[in-house]
């Protein structure tokens, strides 16, 4: 597919259980973001890639929140021991090159629900 | 910090009247801005930005939008609304060296037969 691709689409959770989201950014594309959209509101910043260096992790709420892009492709957002608070979309996004003159293509995001 | 301001969490429309979502920024150097929408169940997309060129800026599916500095605004406009409009429309703004986008809290658009 031509487009940023995450999976799973939906996925609940108990609390207290880890989760792994997976997001497959546009092939070739250098810059890799992670947002997080709570019901009714806008998406919020929650860290950003450049290649596999993470230059920007400011928007990660708590330290249960990790991010990694290991090969510079491929990313996982991972949060342990989640929360009800954590109910949220997370949206993957990619652009070409440096992000303040490229568009940020955004995947369908995966729905997490915590139970 | 970098902020944009939605004002009206919805609007509804009759299908072939004038749209018109506002967006105010906030912001101490030239910003970015981008226009997003967002149909249910599905990611955002790009429908215009504005990079410091020209100030009326065109999109896809007919939209346009017109920055102006001196009200801090970039309205969202198409002249005429039609059914396949109806969506979550954001507004958001990158500026300096930001590497992340700021957005709004989004307006819905209803358009009524």
């Known amino acids: 597919g031509a487009g940023v691709s995450q999976s799973p689409r939906y996925k609940v959770a108990k609390r207290g259980q880890d989760v792994a989201l997976r997001c497959d950014p546009i092939s070739g594309h250098v810059s890799l973001f992670w947002y997080q959209q709570a019901l009714g509101q806008g998406p919020e910043f929650l860290t950003y890639f450049q290649n596999e260096a993470q230059l920007d992790k400011s928007g990660l709420p708590s330290d249960r929140f990790f991010a990694e892009r290991p090969e510079g492709s491929v990313s996982t957002l991972k949060i342990q021991r989640t929360q009800q608070e954590d109910s949220a979309v997370y949206l993957c996004?990619?652009?070409?090159?440096?992000?303040?003159?490229?568009?940020?293509?955004f995947g369908p995001g995966t729905r997490l629900t915590v139970l | 910090a970098q902020s944009v301001t939605q004002l009206g969490s919805h609007v509804s429309v009759s299908e072939g009247a004038l749209v018109l979502l506002r967006c105010n920024y906030s912001?101490?150097?030239?910003?970015?801005l981008f226009w997003y929408v967002q149909y249910p169940n599905q990611g955002l997309q790009l429908l215009l930005k504005y990079t410091s060129a020209a100030t009326l800026v065109k999109g896809i599916n007919g939209f346009e939008a017109e920055f102006k500095k001196s009200e801090t605004s970039f309205h969202l406009t198409k002249p005429s609304a039609h059914m396949s409009d109806a969506a979550e429309y954001f507004c958001?703004?990158?500026?300096?060296?930001?590497?992340?986008?700021?957005f709004g809290t989004g307006t819905r658009l209803q358009v009524t037969l």
């Open positions: 996004a990619s652009s070409l090159g440096a992000p303040r003159s490229d568009t940020q293509y």
């Open positions: 958001a703004v990158l500026t300096g060296t930001a590497s992340k986008l700021t």
């Open positions: 912001s101490s150097v030239p910003p970015y």
